[in-house]
């Protein structure tokens, strides 16, 4: 299932989603931990490497999926803050990032995120936390 048909099971709106837009799909899914990948192409700044920024959309829609299925039906996870270290770079191909609760309470959930490339290089690595609370009505 891919994070728009997850949002869309859980009676919200995908259309426009930006993970969507930057390729990234999802591999695996459940509270305790997501895996998605991305492409290269089309995520790189003026220079052809990966954009770091590219990097924290890939790793905010995993650690995000991941606090979203932790809240269950009716609730919302909403970032609340993100950190990243940008080890490598890449060039081609696609990266692959592994997020991993390491809390997951009833009003916050946090994941670590790391994000390889097809060699297995730790390309970054990033920490998400997320609110959680009630989806708004409408």
């Not at 490497?49 to 606090?67: F, I, M, P, Q």
């Not at 191909?93 to 490339?117: K, N, P, Q």
């Amino acid at each position: 299932m891919q994070r728009a048909e997850l949002i869309e099971a859980f009676g919200g709106n995908p259309e426009g989603d930006l993970a969507s837009a930057m390729g990234i799909e999802l591999l695996e899914a459940s509270p305790e931990r997501v895996v998605g990948r991305m492409p290269v192409k089309g995520n790189t700044q003026p220079f052809g490497l990966l954009h770091g920024g590219a990097s924290c959309v890939l790793a905010e829609s995993l650690g995000s999926t991941g606090a979203f299925l932790h809240a269950g039906p009716g609730r919302i996870a909403v970032g609340v803050e993100i950190n990243a270290t940008h080890h490598r770079s890449a060039t081609e191909g696609y990266v692959t990032g592994v997020a991993t609760r390491i809390h997951g309470g009833r009003t916050l959930a946090t994941y670590d995120i790391v994000i390889t490339d097809e060699q297995d290089r730790r390309i970054c690595t990033a920490r998400l936390t997320c609110m959680l609370r009630d989806r708004p009505a409408g």
